[in-house]
């Protein structure tokens, strides 16, 4: 028996792959408006898989930011040199729940930033209110980082986003399949995901191109059905 392996796949984040619609309209009205962010920062915030990644990488073209792991916030060396930095740290949530990110040195961030008139990008899968934060120095920082809400996706945005991302795997999408697939799965970005996966890995299992009766085996295995 051959073993359907998983290979990796690119996934596009040009801003023209961007889908907006009215869960996420706002958030990006928020990321049009740099350089004029008043606060010198912003979080997006957002389910898994909502597309914060994206607009993060996307706003990462445009300001030339730096992508900074959580790790990496207390090593600010190599943005010294830079006289107005734009930084991007993703996850900022979970890290600083799982104790990768340590909040006084994401504190010292945002003062940083500030005094070089540069621009820090948060993401998280909830509001920075809600973070795992008791340093109230931070807190009051987070509290007033405005936030660039994704929310809940409808049928259109889901249909849309599963054509991307099946092409992004270099599978076609029938429409028709499209039509079948999404009323019968949960309304979410990770349901979607996981969708997607499972009908990539059926379809290089067996050798054959996502069919409709392909389709409904996959879904009627999915466990959120």
Known sequence: MQLALDLPH???FRGEDFFIASSNAAAVALMDRWPDWP?????IVGPAACGKSHLAAVWRARSNADMVTAEEVGARSR???RPHPAVIVEDADQALKEGRL?????FHLYNWMREREGFLL?????????????LPDLRSRLLATP???????????LAALMVKRLSDRQLHADPKLVDYVIPRIERSFAAMEKTVAALDAASLARKKPITLPLARAVLSDLSFL
């Open 147 to 157: 936030i660039a809400n994704i929310e809940a996706p409808d049928d259109d945005l």
């Open 10 to 12: 690119r996934q596009s």
């Open 39 to 43: 606060s010198h920062s912003l979080a």
């Open 102 to 106: 340590d909040p006084v040195d994401l």
């Open 79 to 81: 943005l010294m040199l």
């Open 122 to 134: 948060l993401s998280g899968r909830v509001a920075p209110a809600q973070w795992d934060v008791t």
